[in-house]
């Protein structure tokens, strides 16, 4: 079993919708937690940490579960251009771990 | 502008041969990273550098090395010893080690044939 696990996809969406993502995690040592943006043949940028709060960017929303081991991520008002692959990656004790990604594809 | 170089953006080598990717940065920090990535698959940690003139080995080392003479520059050679060399390689580097986030270079595409 991966250590971080997500839905490959892809997720095919219409503009204006809205999207979630899930990942979940399997070492309850794991200390922080983000996700990553990936355009297709890019390098990996930083799209928002994610807290127990919960946080909110603009039309991303990031919410961590610590006892069910699970992080989200919510898009609304879909855009052409955040069609993407987004990673769920967790920080254990500096190691980063990257979830092998999930696809999304926003069509007009 | 401050950032993460990487050269070249397309290598293509034959079986058999070692080939360096050059990894620069201008950030000043302190740990740097070098990943590989496969189609479909997450990426996967080959070195890591805390500082000068010290690397650890990540999950996938074998077939691999690094070093780190200047904290701006760590260096990865794929060695022919690497039995599927042909991937996207990535290099990241961070202020330090426990610092959550990381920042990426471009990437290397290898192929090897």
């Known amino acids: 079993r991966k250590e971080v696990e997500q839905d490959p996809g892809p997720f095919n969406v219409p503009e204006g919708a809205t999207v979630a993502f899930n990942c979940t995690y399997s070492n309850s040592a794991s200390q922080s937690f983000f996700w990553y943006r990936q355009d297709c043949r890019k390098e990996p940028k930083l799209l928002m940490s994610v807290y127990s709060s919960g946080n909110e960017d603009g039309r991303f929303t990031a919410q961590l579960n610590r006892a069910s081991q699970y992080i989200s991520l919510l898009i609304r008002d879909s855009k052409l251009s955040d069609s993407a692959t987004y990673l769920c990656?967790?920080?254990?004790?500096?190691?980063?771990?990257f979830g092998q990604g999930t696809t999304l594809q926003v069509k007009p | 502008d401050g950032g993460i170089t990487q050269s070249p953006k397309y290598l293509f080598r034959k079986e058999g041969q070692n080939v360096t990717l050059s990894c620069e940065q201008n950030l000043n920090h302190d740990a740097m990273y070098w990943y590989r990535q496969d189609p479909g698959q997450g990426l996967r940690l080959i070195y890591y550098?805390?500082?000068?003139?010290?690397?650890q080995k990540g999950d996938i080392a074998e077939g691999y090395s690094v070093s780190r003479e200047k904290k701006e520059s760590f260096p990865l050679t794929v060695t022919s010893a690497q039995k599927n060399p042909t991937a996207f390689y990535l290099c990241a580097s961070s202020p330090t080690r426990q610092a959550g986030e990381q920042y990426f270079g471009p990437g290397t595409r290898l192929t090897v044939t």
């Open positions: 550098s805390q500082i000068v003139n010290d690397f």
């Open positions: 990656v967790v920080n254990r004790e500096g190691k980063l771990i």
